[in-house]
């Protein structure tokens, strides 16, 4: 993890370096920054305020001292501004894939979800929605999830004893799969390889049949 937050240091410094900022606080980050600034997020999610600049807010029926002692909220602006994960070099072609600005970023976090626990043999396939409302070309919508709008995730999970629910691996569906089988058949299939073991998704006797 280190090494990856190294690299979206890098990516960030460089964009920032393109379009500069203009805030003093604009300055060389470090991975404590980073940490710091992402850390802010998921204290955001324990924290439920109009805006996010509530939480620098000097009322006092608002504002979380964690926040201002953490970090300047122009800082975390511009943090935000100019995060990055990937950069092209001049003239170099866009990539087909849609997550080719993520996809350093999904590569670390799988291969540490995976080398972090060993699963026993019961193992779960399945798919969740992660909530988004931005533009994006592959949002899903599905009415029966709490989310609705959101970026459908196939998901390897462990799903017994202690360690049930743990995410061991995570492909998010971009509609750009292509194949002769059915996108939550190719799921299946793309989880086996990685694991070697199946449990229980979406069984079908398509499914069974090419198994």
């Given amino acids: 993890m280190d090494d990856l937050l190294q690299h979206i240091i890098r990516k960030t410094s460089r964009y920032a370096g393109i379009s500069p900022p203009v805030s003093f606080h604009m300055r060389k980050w470090s991975k404590e920054d980073l940490m710091e600034y992402f850390g802010l997020w998921v204290m ?69 979800f995976v080398e972090t626990l060993v699963p026993k043999k019961d193992i779960a396939i399945d798919e969740s929605l992660w909530k988004f409302h931005r533009r994006l070309r592959f949002v899903t919508f599905n009415k029966n999830k709490g989310a609705r709008f959101g970026l459908k995730v196939y998901k390897l999970s462990s799903s017994t004893g202690l360690s049930s629910r743990y995410t061991l691996w995570f492909r998010i569906y971009t509609d750009q799969d292509k194949s002769t089988v059915l996108a939550s058949m190719k799921a299946v299939l793309d989880l086996l390889e990685l694991s070697g073991s199946i449990w229980n998704w979406y069984t079908s006797p398509s499914l069974i049949h090419l198994l």
């Fill in 44 to 112: 955001m999610g324990f924290h439920k305020l109009p805006c996010y600049r509530d939480f620098w807010s000097h009322h006092p029926t608002v504002r979380v001292e964690l926040f201002p002692q953490t970090m300047p909220c122009d800082g975390f602006d511009q943090l935000t501004t100019h995060l990055h994960f990937a950069h092209l070099e001049e003239k170099e072609e866009v990539p087909e894939d849609h997550l080719w600005k993520l996809q350093t970023v999904i590569d670390t976090l799988n291969t540490t």
